[in-house]
């Protein structure tokens, strides 16, 4: 299949200096997605999904350092470019949207004028353009009546209208890639089943390359094109949806999906996966940082530099001992 | 696998001094402060009440090296013995304002209902007034003597005591051990005694510390215009008051040396306060 | 009319404040040891003046009846007579009022000017040597008492340097006070078009102004950077910078105005430490505000006239804490909205 991807990741590698040692959160992350593409990056809690979200827009925090790799959008080398030039670029050809949107938004500032924030920085229209194009951003993510929410402040809205608004901030200068990090987390399941229609429909319509940032496998089953499961700051499996569910190559994967509720079977047969996370502060890391939970484990395992391989079309899986 | 011991609370006190050398220097200054309070009549080279006419507003030297006063009293000696008044002023003031404090915020905290809104309505009232302000009008109410700055010092400070252990106390009725310990049959007195002041020690310690830096300047204050002490007595504050007329005409060692004792013990104070803070609860840094 | 509302709501929320004012400072007379009387009378008042102040002051009715007459006086603005000179209280302060306000408003400008822009420095480049100076400032402004401070300034500006005008009040003798319409004797000066006398006002206001500046400066530099330092890092600069908003925008629009609120909120503290140290720094510059009014009435045992004082600066509090929870409720969206 050729596609040519928007954003590319190739052998990212980011560290953060700590207190107690330094965290190689990231090591030889590959991604990429194409126009129109939506990739979910699936994972446990502190498997580098956020990191990688927030190194690709350039916004890692003070600790953190790149230490290899390179990553493109478009045309640009993000890890090269000069900080006025990423800053032109964010909001308004790649943007993010957050977990938890009610703390994510100004709280003394009404949602509208936050619109027309963005608006104002990277579009050149009149005051009155600005004030229409921010309820049309408004109205385009479902909000009823989005003259009158237009004045309101964040702490007025539901959790639901609160993530809309963010969407609509997001998307209201018609980026080409949207990177949503655990959007619906913690939003009830009715309402995150609307905001994920909603992400979905309007990333089909305005053809954007989407990346969906989630722990909930099942979710990103529903709504991906893609899936790449990371572990521990690796890439463990790259494939295609259906690919991935019917034939899973890495055990972990195998593993995440045993363990993940699929709204027909029973408890009992979930199975949780054993162990915990490596700790990424240890000078000695295992080159395959599932290896000490896997069952499949031997020798081999630990020979260095584990590298992704294609197993089939577009499924890449880093394993010694693909299943 | 080995067990890593918890420090004992010295262990960790010592890390503390070593990380933050600014905290050992404090604790140095307040070990200094102590002494010259305690032994300071003995150490000081001259007799601080004693007048010499002929060698009045002599600037420093090598036979006074704060120099002398517009009496000819030695400024060095009075600045030392001076310390005993000053310190005992203000920790006098802050244990009672601490002790009394503590005991109305916990029976707020605790019991709650009419106690909580008494106490409350008492905290209030006395925050409403600009404290130093009300410092001034109890002692020109109460009568002008030392013993009414050291009570209106304390009341002034009483609310912060109150609010701390108040905080506490709520928290502390509400948790399982309480609870425990009334099924278990203990008095709600004993209750109180040794379940509740144990755990409301440590933030009442660290406010002590950091309060006691600021009623030493209240008490000067007052010393300054006036009120409590009365010449001769050596005190910081009235020393700086009587150096002040001198300062326009260039004597500046008549208040520059009491002014700055009183900085040093303020400054020493609030640095002990933060390093206390630090060693028993960090989360609190601002 | 729904602001309206709010206002009058946060009025009705300061009663409880002016009550305590009023039974705490007429409890400070009558429940304390010794003969009122005597008091308001004065220490050279024998024993005829003293029985003639006690009737006219209904010292020997019961303690109810003599609060309803306290009250009734001070709702007519009788806040009795001063003994030192005969004249009533409340003229008194009225009459010096306006020099205190002008030194703490001056004050309060000057250190907001500095503790403000400083502590958004620190909290922007945290850990060089701006952040270094805050905290150093900090506390080094804690310790210092105010007196000290001025007489400091005293000696090192007018004696050494003689930059500064002999700190004897608020207008060198040569100068004759404006014509009186605030009674800020630099705007007075200003409004009248005499631009010298301004200047010497000003002058004169400037190294008590400094002093009672330097003493604030502290807690609202400390409590500028940790409010900048939190907002800082709050979740909505997150998304601001994800959409590529200005650095301008970013740290003006919507850290900074988020950090003001808590540092609003300081400020009650900070009148509290003000009002205080006037009385100090009025003391050492001889400006004749109501602070030193109430020093001098100290020292005479001029007892109305203390009370007076305490009664007015803490109802001055009361007012100062109201205005900025108005402009609190302005600011903040969600106070204002939700009432």
Redesign the interface.
């Known amino acids: 299949m050729s596609r040519v991807p928007l954003l590319s990741v190739r052998d990212l590698g980011v560290s953060f200096r700590t207190r107690s040692g330094t965290v190689r959160a990231l090591e030889r992350v590959n991604l990429d997605v194409a126009r129109g593409e939506i990739l979910g990056v699936v994972g446990e809690s502190g498997s580098g999904k956020s990191v990688t979200a927030f190194t690709i827009?350039g916004?890692l925090d003070r600790a953190g350092q790149v230490t290899g790799g390179d990553i493109h959008f478009g045309g640009t080398d993000m890890l090269k470019a000069p900080a006025r030039e990423?800053?032109?670029?964010?909001?308004?050809e790649l943007?993010?949207i957050?977990q938890?949107p009610r703390?994510?938004?100004?709280?003394?500032?009404?949602v509208g004028v936050q619109i027309m924030?963005?608006l104002r920085?990277?579009a050149v229209v009149t005051r009155r353009e600005l004030r229409d194009k921010a309820v049309e951003a408004l109205a385009a993510v479902r909000i009823p009546d989005p003259q009158a929410r237009f004045h309101a402040?964040p702490?007025?809205l539901s959790g639901g209208q609160c993530q809309r608004v963010?969407i609509a901030?997001?998307l209201a200068c018609r980026p080409s890639l949207l990177i949503a990090d655990e959007p619906t987390t913690g939003l009830d399941v009715t309402t995150q089943a609307v905001i994920m229609d909603l992400i979905r429909d309007l990333a089909r319509e305005r053809r954007m390359a989407t990346v969906l940032i989630t722990h909930d496998l099942h979710l990103a089953a529903q709504v991906c094109d893609r899936i790449a499961v990371m572990h521990a700051g690796h890439v463990v499996e790259t494939a295609p949806t259906a690919g991935l569910f019917r034939a899973a190559r890495h055990p972990y994967t195998a593993r995440l999906i045993a363990a993940t509720p699929a709204g027909h079977g029973t408890l009992d047969e979930i199975q949780s996966i054993p162990g915990n996370l490596p700790d990424l502060r240890a000078p000695q890391l295992p080159a395959c940082r599932f290896s000490r939970r896997c069952e499949r484990h031997e020798p081999l395992c630990d020979a260095p530099d584990l590298l992704p391989e294609t197993v089939a079309g577009d499924h890449t899986v880093s394993c010694r001992r693909p299943l | 696998m080995t067990t890593i011991a918890a420090p004992s609370l010295t262990q960790h006190g010592l890390y503390i001094l070593r990380e933050n050398p600014v905290t050992a220097v404090a604790f140095g200054l307040f070990a200094l402060l102590v002494f010259f309070a305690v032994a300071g009549p003995w150490i000081a080279p001259y007799d601080p009440l004693l007048s010499n006419a002929a060698r009045i507003l002599e600037p420093p030297s090598l036979d006074h090296w704060f120099g002398t006063d517009q009496l000819g009293r030695d400024v060095l000696s009075r600045v030392i013995v001076a310390t005993r008044l000053d310190l005992g002023i203000a920790v006098t003031a802050v244990l009672l304002s601490c002790g009394v404090g503590a005991v109305l915020g916990c029976l707020a905290g605790f019991y709650g209902g009419w106690w909580d809104v008494l106490i409350g309505r008492l905290t209030d009232a006395i925050m409403a007034f600009p404290l130093f302000v009300l410092a001034m009008g109890i002692v020109a109410a109460a009568g002008n003597t030392v013993e009414n700055i050291v009570y209106a010092t304390a009341i002034i400070n009483l609310p912060f005591y109150a609010r701390v252990a108040r905080a506490e106390a709520n928290v502390r009725r509400d948790s399982g051990f309480v609870e425990a310990a009334r099924v278990s049959g203990n008095s709600e007195f004993s209750l109180i005694a040794r379940h509740l002041f144990p755990n409301l020690l440590p933030p009442l310690v660290v406010q002590l510390s950091l309060n006691m830096g600021w009623a030493i300047l209240n008490a000067a204050g007052l010393s300054f215009i006036g009120l409590g002490v009365r010449p001769p007595t050596p005190e910081w504050g009235i020393m700086v008051a009587e150096g002040a007329t001198y300062i326009v005409s260039g004597e500046w060692w008549l208040a520059l040396f009491p002014g700055t004792a009183l900085m040093l013990a303020v400054f020493c104070f609030n640095l002990l306060g933060d390093g206390l803070r630090d060693l028993i609860d960090p989360s609190r840094r601002t | 009319m729904d602001k309206l509302k709010l206002l009058a709501r946060r009025l009705l929320q300061a009663l409880p404040s002016l009550a305590a004012i009023v039974i705490i400072t007429f409890l400070l007379t009558r429940l304390l040891p010794g003969d009122p009387a005597a008091y308001f009378a004065g220490d050279a008042a024998d024993a005829e003046s003293i029985a003639q102040v006690r009737a006219e002051l209904g010292l020997d009715r019961p303690l109810v009846v003599q609060f309803f007459v306290y009250l009734g006086d001070l709702l007519r603005g009788d806040l009795g007579t001063s003994l030192n000179t005969g004249r009533p209280v409340l003229a008194e302060i009225a009459n010096r009022l306006p020099a205190s306000l002008e030194l703490t408003g001056v004050a309060l400008l000057l250190a907001l000017g500095v503790a403000v822009p400083l502590g958004v420095l620190a909290a922007l480049y945290q850990d060089r040597w701006v952040d270094h100076l805050c905290r150093v400032v900090v506390t080094a402004g804690v310790s210092l008492p105010t007196f000290f401070t001025g007489l400091l300034l005293i000696y090192i500006f007018y004696y050494i340097l003689g930059w500064a005008p002999s700190p004897l009040g608020r207008l060198d003798f040569l100068y004759i006070p404006p014509a009186t319409v605030t009674g800020f004797y630099t705007v007075d000066a200003l409004l009248a078009g005499d631009l010298e006398i301004a200047w010497a006002a000003f002058t004169q206001l400037l190294l008590p102004a400094i002093t009672l500046g330097l003493f604030v400066l502290a807690p609202i530099a400390r409590m500028t950077r940790a409010a900048m330092l939190a907002a800082l890092s709050s979740d909505y600069i997150r998304t601001a910078r994800a959409y590529g908003l200005h650095r301008a925008t970013v740290l003006i629009t919507y850290a900074f105005r988020n950090a003001l609120l808590p540092v609003l909120t300081t400020l009650g503290m900070v009148f509290s430490f003000m009002l205080g140290a006037n009385v100090l720094v009025e003391r050492v510059f001889s400006w004749p505000g109501i602070g030193s009014f109430a020093v001098e009435a100290l020292v005479a045992s001029d007892y109305a006239a203390v009370q007076g004082f305490v009664l007015v600066m803490a109802i001055l509090f009361v007012v100062l804490n109201l205005m900025i929870d108005l402009v609190y409720t302005l600011i903040d969206p969600r106070i204002r909205v939700e009432g």
Do not use: C, K
Not at chain 1, 86 to 92: D, K, P, T, Y
Not at chain 1, 103 to 110: K, M, Q, V, W, Y
């Open positions: 827009m916004l990423l800053q032109e670029l964010r909001g308004r943007t993010m957050f938890s703390t994510a938004l100004n709280p003394i500032r009404t924030d963005v920085r990277h402040y702490f007025q963010m901030m997001a």
